[in-house]
């Protein structure tokens, strides 16, 4: 058996981190989509809100409210006594 020269074994442990990383965005897919954990996934489709038969919904759309005022809380000068 060849000995591995020191090329080879850098290119090894980037090879390795890249299946790393692949396998972490595969993990965050698989937990988007549901497949990865099929058993959890249900929970994340029950309504909101369960109305009895029936129910009508009406909503009424205007225009949106004036903007409050900012004000600038800022003091001016901290209180002596205050620890930060």
Do not use: W
């Amino acid at each position: 058996m060849e000995v591995c020269k020191t090329s080879d074994r850098i290119c090894l442990k980037t090879a390795f981190a890249g299946v790393r990383e692949h396998r972490g965005y595969m993990e965050t897919i698989g937990k988007i989509t549901g497949e990865l954990n099929p058993v959890a996934d249900p929970a994340h489709r029950q309504p909101m809100f369960i109305l009895p038969a029936g129910t009508t919904v009406s909503v009424t759309v205007s225009a949106p409210p004036a903007p409050a005022e900012l004000r600038n809380v800022t003091p001016l000068e901290l209180p002596e006594n205050t620890e930060n």
